[in-house]
């Protein structure tokens, strides 16, 4: 195939962040996507409904004329959240709420650290049809076992809240897969971003260290990501695109302590159009960023199309906001087309 | 005890460089240690009779006046090295020669990839009486399992050269250290740096990203870590110290691709009296630092003492060079007097 035409996608993770930022890479999200899942760790965190609003609008001005692009908006939990504040956010539009541990990744210090604390907040979550997302990881266990020991605390919320949707996002280890195989749950889902399907531990510390390929949950072995590529070339219904974009400026990235995250909004269609091209199942691609995840959302699927061709895409060395993207400088035999 | 005086320490592990940063950091070594066996990993390397005296003049040069420092020569070993070189290097003062696999760490691209085509001059450094000192990974096997994959190697070398004394440099795993003891070989021995009895990867990839605690071979899990504090404080007699210690410019760590190396020449003797007083064994710090190495090495103790006094240390942030040491900021219990 020289090119291939797939139904808009979804991406069901992104951070757009604010400001500036916002307004810089917004468009590399909307150019391809029909809709994104924004995730609330922004600094401040979007909390309320308030903040739901707010921050819509903020995405919405930041969307450049023309392009159609819908946020789908969440908020973060914290031991602050109220069940009010979520029936409250959901009126307001927000489709889920973030759970993130104490301290596992960017602007967590105020992160959630007894989940069971929550449960009051997940019930009216389920009551009023609201997608639990989650950063699975237990910070105090090794970096490498964090994923897997998490997985106990999910078994804990779906005996709780046995209705609760819950997506378990990017997730990066075969123990994660196998956990979701082994529930057989209909309301249990993972996001799987593009760069857990290329890199492993070895692409970030193995050679020199690549700043710009180090993100949370930190890539794993070859076997782990192996596993979440059969997932994803298999067609497995509880498996969808949440890329985790997530842009850094330069210098946060380049120093002595770097931010955890990878910027693949500009690459991430034409990254997975080759990753499903070389396996001779491009005919899957659509499903994996178009409909398995609207399909659990319970989202109509996008209007509209995106044409990925079979042409060469030098990816830029940078991006404004002075981000460095995912696979910056490399050459890649897929482009999507505006 | 409020302060120790121990015969002068041996560092059997250096990289002094070359040039600017040389005549910057042997000052750093030579402060403190008697004698310091200096990497050949260099540009262009360190690789027979010449390059030794040559090396040797310049790291002398840099030597401020008044210092008692004797570098301990070697000669790094490529597909090129013959026999003849090695009698040669031996005669010019060469202690000991380092085996590098291909592209395990900076400046490795010439390194070894088929250990059986050395056999003929590792036999003439058995038959010279000359050390091998082995960066022990096999770069084609996962991160965190290249260190205990690469032990079947030193086994070939045993066989074929059962006299020849080796060092297995800046072990990190428990697997190697229960492979020293399965070996029950007097000719085998281990270096232990100071940095990888404090970190674990967690502290490179766990939270930020922390490029001044990347090294090769990567600190690993905690269980490692802790076989590797029980070796050096149990007193050992095959584990001694060698700090690796491993500067490189701040722009060559904060960057794209970051540098593997540790700056901790200026802290280790501090840290380590830490370490020692903090599990109550002071009075086995000078075994691991002054002499159980020079006893492997077949060397005289060194003259002369150095103490450390409990008084605070605060670790400056940058050192000559532009070089962000370990412990960079934090503040130690323990200081080496000059």
Same mark, same amino acid.
């Given at each position: ?19 500036? &930022? ?10 391809? /996507?029909?809709? !994104?899942?924004? &995730? ?13 609003? @707010? ?13 159609? /692009?819908?946020?789908? &908006? ?5 031991? @602050? *959240? ?36 929550? /449960?009051?907040?997940?019930?009216? &979550? ?47 280890? !075969? ?17 799987? *971003? ?32 192996? !596993? ?11 498996? /969808? ?26 690459? !991430?269609? @034409? ?20 409909? @398995? ?43 999507? *087309?505006?």
């Amino acid at each position: 195939m020289q090119s291939i035409t797939i139904r808009r996608p979804d991406d069901f993770h992104v951070h757009l962040r604010q400001g500036a &930022m916002l307004r810089d890479v917004t468009i590399e999200t909307a150019r391809h /996507f029909g809709r !994104a899942l924004v &995730m609330p760790n922004t600094d401040p965190p979007v909390l309320n409904a308030g903040h739901v609003n @707010a921050y819509r609008e903020e995405i919405l001005a930041a969307v450049p004329p023309g392009l159609s /692009f819908e946020p789908l &908006m969440t908020i973060k939990l914290t031991h @602050a *959240t109220t069940p009010k504040i979520v029936r409250d956010a959901r009126k307001a539009g927000a489709i889920a709420a973030k759970l993130y541990p104490e301290g596992v990744t960017t602007n967590s210090q105020e992160g959630v650290h007894d989940v069971r604390k929550l /449960f009051p907040v997940l019930k009216a &979550m389920e009551d009023c049809g609201m997608v639990l997302c989650v950063h699975g990881e237990l910070p105090e266990a090794f970096c490498l076992q964090r994923e897997r020991e998490f997985l106990p605390k999910l078994d804990d919320i779906r005996r709780a809240c046995p209705d609760l949707k819950m997506v378990l996002e990017h997730v990066t280890d !075969a123990a994660s897969l196998r956990w979701l195989d082994d529930r057989q749950d209909d309301n249990v889902a993972v996001t799987i *971003t593009v760069h857990h399907l290329l890199l492993t531990l070895d692409d970030v510390i193995g050679g020199s260290l690549k700043p710009h390929h180090f993100c949370k949950p930190v890539a794993k072995t070859n076997e782990d990501r192996l !596993a979440l590529l059969h997932a994803v070339l298999s067609g497995h219904a509880h498996c /969808f695109l949440g890329t985790d974009s997530a842009p850094h400026a330069q210098a946060k990235k380049e120093c002595a302590e770097g931010c955890a995250g990878i910027y693949s909004a500009p690459v !991430a269609l @034409a990254a997975l159009a080759d990753i499903f091209d070389q396996n001779g199942l491009l005919h899957r691609l659509e499903y994996f960023t178009s409909t @398995a995840g609207a399909d659990f959302y319970g989202l109509p699927y996008n209007e509209g199309t995106v044409t990925l061709e079979r042409r060469s895409f030098p990816v830029p060395r940078s991006y404004p906001g002075g981000v460095i993207p995912f696979l910056a400088g490399r050459t890649l035999p897929w482009k999507a *087309t505006d």
